[in-house]
T-cell receptor
Framework: AQSVSQHNHHVILSEAASLELGCNYS??????LFWYVQYPGQHLQLLLK??????LVKGIKGFEAEFIKSKFSFNLRKPSVQWSDTAEYFC??????????FGPGTRLSVLP | ETGVTQTPRHLVMGMTNKKSLKCEQH?????MYWYKQSAKKPLELMFV???????ENNSVPSRFSPECPNSSHLFLHLHTLQPEDSALYLC?????????????FGQGTRLTVV
């Protein structure tokens, strides 16, 4: 069965610090990869996605992620976080004919 | 606004009550999903419908009963729930096999079982 792991349960950063959240998945075939963000009290919204093509994907709000097929990874990065980035971040994978599989989430707290 | 609308946003129900959660999307998607989000647990997929047909029931107890009358609407009927069923119930939709594979989520229904 497919699975998605996220390395960190809770990350605490100061404003302007750089962010990298790890995501690894277990599936050897073609994958679609996603990062979702859930701000407090709000719905899950898509930050970015990898479908095909350039493995470095840029999303909204200055986020980017890099798909490294050999490492089965899709890490999320942001060079300088803001207090408003405080949220829970979910990595997800989808393969053809299968359902979305979500990681357990990483809570990010940004201190002003 | 995500294009996926869930009602009600909050629901408190007793263990003997019967209630229903509603989800509606007008994005033209043909797949709809129910997820359960509990504190400190990963998102749990409950049910999947593709073209109104249920294609996944992820070992969900029978006290949860889904219904998909058409490709735009999805219901989750609840009866004789337990306190541990208290959670955020999320509906999502997607268009598999297209250039937009991502799932769009509703705001969720916060359910409390007392």
């Amino acid at each position: 069965a497919q699975s998605v792991s996220q390395h960190n349960h809770h990350v605490i950063l100061s404003e302007a610090a750089s962010l990298e959240l790890g995501c690894n998945y277990s599936y050897g075939g073609t994958v679609n990869l996603f990062w979702y963000v859930q701000y407090p009290g709000q719905h899950l919204q898509l930050l970015l996605k990898y479908f095909s093509g350039d493995p470095l994907v840029k999303g909204i709000k200055g986020f980017e992620a890099e798909f490294i097929k050999s490492k089965f990874s899709f890490n999320l990065r942001k060079p300088s976080v803001q207090w408003s980035d405080t949220a829970e971040y979910f990595c997800a994978v989808k393969t053809y004919g299968q359902n979305f599989v979500f990681g357990p989430g990483t809570r990010l707290s940004v201190l002003p | 606004e995500t294009g996926v609308t869930q009602t009600p946003r909050h629901l408190v129900m007793g263990m003997t009550n019967k209630k229903s959660l509603k989800c509606e999307q007008h994005l033209g998607h043909n797949a709809m999903y129910w997820y359960k989000q509990s504190a400190k647990k990963p998102l749990e997929l409950m049910f999947v419908y593709n073209f109104k047909e249920q294609t996944e029931n992820n070992s969900v107890p029978s006290r949860f009963s889904p219904e998909c009358p058409n490709s735009s609407h999805l219901f989750l009927h609840l009866h004789t729930l337990q306190p541990e069923d208290s959670a955020l119930y999320l509906c999502a939709s997607s268009a598999p096999g297209t250039g937009e594979p991502e799932a769009f989520f509703g705001q969720g229904t916060r359910l409390t079982v007392v």
